[in-house]
């Protein structure tokens, strides 16, 4: 049984609005699991899904924002968890320091803006927290990242719906 099977099972005695707002909680799914989801199973009007979708996904982003580094400070006392934040902090700074260095705040919400897997709001505040970005500025910068990702994955699912009924209706 898929993880999203799984999910929809758990959350079946929960009203839809809710399950949206739950599912772009998580870390796995965000916004780009909940919109399909409240969309094509749940049948909500796409002003709903998006609305519900993007404060779910917002909701965990403050106290990551706020909490990221005084928990990694706190784990950096045991060693491997500072092996662990060190490599992570140097992989992230090889693979990502250029374009954070050229771009700013606009890379953060582009990062967080493609809706691909590992690019949204959860993988956008660790970002923040690596490079530095005070919440000030990394919060404005991921919740934009976040409305453009529920713009592109509602017209994404919308089309690919609508593609749908039109070859099973012919």
Not at 26 to 50: D, K, M, N, Q, T
Not at 108 to 132: E, I, K, Q, R
Not at 149 to 165: E, K, N, P, Q, Y
Request: aromatic share 12%.
């Amino acid at each position: 049984m898929s993880l999203e099977v799984q999910l929809l099972e758990l959350l079946s005695s929960v009203p839809p609005w809710l399950s949206t707002i739950i599912i772009s909680c998580l870390p796995i799914f965000e916004l780009r699991g909940a919109i399909p989801i409240a969309l094509g199973v749940y049948g909500l009007p796409p002003s709903s899904a998006y609305v519900l979708a993007v404060f779910g996904n917002m909701l965990p982003v403050i106290p990551l924002l706020l909490f990221l580094e005084p928990v990694s400070t706190q784990l950096r006392r045991y060693s491997i968890f500072d092996r662990f934040f060190t490599w992570l902090f140097g992989r992230t700074h090889k693979n990502h320091s250029e374009r954070f260095e050229k771009y700013g705040i606009l890379a953060l919400t582009l990062f967080v803006a493609v809706p691909l897997p590992v690019t949204g709001a959860w993988t956008g505040c660790a970002a923040a927290f690596v490079f530095g970005i005070q919440f000030r500025h990394a919060f404005p910068a991921i919740l934009a990242g976040v409305m453009i990702a529920g713009i592109i994955v509602s017209i994404v699912t919308l089309t690919g719906i609508s593609l749908f009924d039109l070859f099973l209706i012919r």
